[in-house]
Nanobody, 121 residues
Framework: QVQLVESGGGLVQAGESLRLSCAAS????????MGWYRQAPGKQRELVAFITRGGNTNYADSVKGRFTISRDNAKNTEYLQMNSLKPEDTAVYYCNAWTLRPGGVRGDDYWGQGTQVTVSS
């Protein structure tokens, strides 16, 4: 099993920056992809960004150019650097990790507890 622990959430003003961290422990050798999801009140949980073991990244259109996801494989930690934050970014952010089976089929899925990010206008 894999456990994920997030940190770095908080209250900031629009235009400021915040960095989220997610430390993985347990059967970390099995993790292929790590990412971040977020869920705002009254909205569906959405994928913000993900990064593969090899460093390939992908971002939601709403955060492109502002957010950067990174991964330190040696420390089993991923980060989400959030710049130019907007009130629309306010949400609970969840660290996510999953394995891939042959053919790209998603295997096990792991979630952090979530960390609140609130951006005031």
């Amino acid at each position: 099993q894999v456990q994920l622990v997030e940190s770095g959430g908080g209250l900031v003003q629009a235009g400021e920056s915040l960095r989220l961290s997610c430390a993985a422990s347990g059967r970390i050798f099995s993790i292929d992809v790590m990412g971040w999801y977020r869920q705002a009140p009254g909205k569906q949980r959405e994928l913000v960004a993900f990064i593969t073991r090899g460093g390939n990244t992908n971002y939601a259109d709403s955060v492109k150019g502002r957010f950067t996801i990174s991964r330190d494989n040696a420390k089993n930690t991923e980060y989400l650097q959030m710049n130019s934050l907007k009130p629309e970014d306010t949400a609970v952010y969840y660290c996510n990790a999953w394995t891939l089976r042959p053919g790209g089929v998603r295997g096990d899925d792991y979630w952090g507890q979530g960390t609140q990010v609130t951006v005031s206008s």
